[in-house]
C-alpha cells in the first residue's frame, strides 16, 4: 500500500480558495469555469457560421440556470434519504451534489426555447452545443476532486486517489486509495468532445442537424456507465442496480436508436433534401478556433426558423 500511496493522486485538504477576505467553494468555481469555456466554445461555433456570438451569450443565461436547477432536483429527488429532516440542505448546491442528467434535461429544453426564439432551429442549436457541453462537465469534475466525493472503489494503480479518513466510506476505513472517478469521466469527456469535432468534419452534409448531440448523448451515456460502475457512493436503485446506471443505459441505446433511424440526410432531389428536415447544407463559415469548421449541420436561422422567428 505504501507504493500505491507514493505514486498517488493527493486530494485537497479543503474545498475551499481564500483570497483575501473572499471565500469562495473550489465546486462551485470549477462549475463556474466549466459554463464559461462552454458559452465560449458555443459562441466561436455559432460566429463561424455567420451567427451573432451574443446569441448564445443570450441563450446561456436561461440554459445555465435551468440546467442547475435541474441538475439539483435530479440530485435530490434521487438521493431523498439524505435529505430527510434536513431539507434545508437541498439548496447548498456549493457542497456538491449536481445530477447531470437532470440539469441536461431540463437545461436543453430551456436553452432550446431560448435558441428557437432567437431564430435558431433546434438540430442547429443542438449541434452548436455538442462539443461544448462534455468540455464543461470535463472541467466541473475536478470539483468531486476538491470535495473528495463520488471516487470510484479502491486501487492500488499508482494514479490512485488519496482521501483522508473522514471522507472514506463506512467499510473502507483503512483504505487510502481509490479509483479517480472524476478524472476518468473527465478525460472521456474530453475525447467526446473531440471525436465529435473530428465526427462532424468527416460526415460533412452527410447526417441530419442533432445528430452531433445524440452522438454527444450516446458518447456520454457509455462512458458514465462504465464510470459509474466503479462508484462506492450510496446511490438510489431500481432493480438492485444503481439509477444512474439505468439512465445512461437508457440515454445511449436511445441516441444510438435515433441515430440509426433519423440520423442520415434523406437524398437530395431537385436541390431539396427529402423529410423533414429539408433544410441547406451548412453555411462552413470557416474555422471556428475551437477545432470545428462548420460542418454537418444547417446555418444558424435556417429551417423554420428564421432570423427573427419566435
Not at 464559461?36 to 451567427?51: L, W, Y
Amino acid at each position: 500500500m505504501l507504493s500505491a500511496i507514493v505514486g498517488s493522486i493527493p486530494s485537497p485538504s479543503s474545498g475551499q480558495l481564500h483570497l483575501g477576505p473572499l471565500r469562495l467553494t473550489a465546486y462551485g468555481l470549477m462549475i463556474a469555469l466549466g459554463v464559461m469555456a462552454a458559452v465560449e466554445i458555443a459562441r466561436r461555433r455559432h460566429a463561424a457560421r455567420g451567427g451573432d456570438p451574443d446569441d448564445f451569450s443570450q441563450i446561456a443565461v436561461w440554459g445555465v440556470v435551468a440546467g442547475l436547477i435541474g441538475a439539483r432536483l435530479y440530485h435530490v429527488l434521487t438521493d431523498l434519504d439524505r435529505f430527510r429532516g434536513h431539507w434545508g440542505d437541498t439548496v447548498k448546491v456549493w457542497e456538491g451534489g449536481l445530477g447531470i442528467p437532470g440539469g441536461l434535461l431540463l437545461g436543453v429544453l430551456v436553452g432550446l426555447w431560448a435558441a428557437r426564439r432567437r431564430g435558431m432551429t433546434a438540430g442547429y442549436a443542438l449541434d452548436i452545443v455538442a462539443p461544448a457541453i462534455p468540455v464543461a462537465q470535463a472541467i466541473g469534475r475536478w470539483g468531486n476532486w476538491w470535495n473528495q466525493e463520488l471516487f470510484g472503489g479502491p486501487t492500488d494503480l499508482p494514479w490512485g486517489l488519496q482521501i483522508d479518513p473522514t471522507h472514506r466510506p463506512a467499510g473502507y476505513e483503512d483504505v487510502a486509495t481509490y479509483h479517480p472517478t472524476f478524472l476518468y469521466e473527465g478525460l472521456w469527456n474530453l475525447a467526446l468532445a473531440g471525436f465529435i469535432v473530428w465526427l462532424e468534419r468527416r460526415t460533412r452534409g452527410r447526417l441530419r442537424p442533432g445528430s452531433m448531440f445524440a452522438v454527444y448523448v450516446a458518447g456520454y451515456g457509455i462512458g458514465r456507465f462504465w464510470v459509474e460502475s466503479l462508484r462506492i457512493d450510496p446511490a438510489q436503485q431500481l432493480f438492485g442496480v444503481r439509477f444512474n446506471l439505468l439512465i445512461a443505459a437508457l440515454a445511449t441505446v436511445l441516441a444510438l436508436g435515433w441515430l440509426a433511424v433519423f440520423g442520415r440526410r434523406g437524398p437530395v432531389v431537385a436541390g431539396h433534401a427529402a423529410g423533414a428536415d429539408a433544410d441547406a447544407g451548412d453555411d462552413g463559415a470557416g474555422d471556428d478556433g475551437a477545432g470545428d469548421d462548420g460542418a454537418g449541420d444547417d446555418g444558424p436561422g435556417s429551417g423554420g426558423g428564421g432570423a427573427g422567428g419566435a
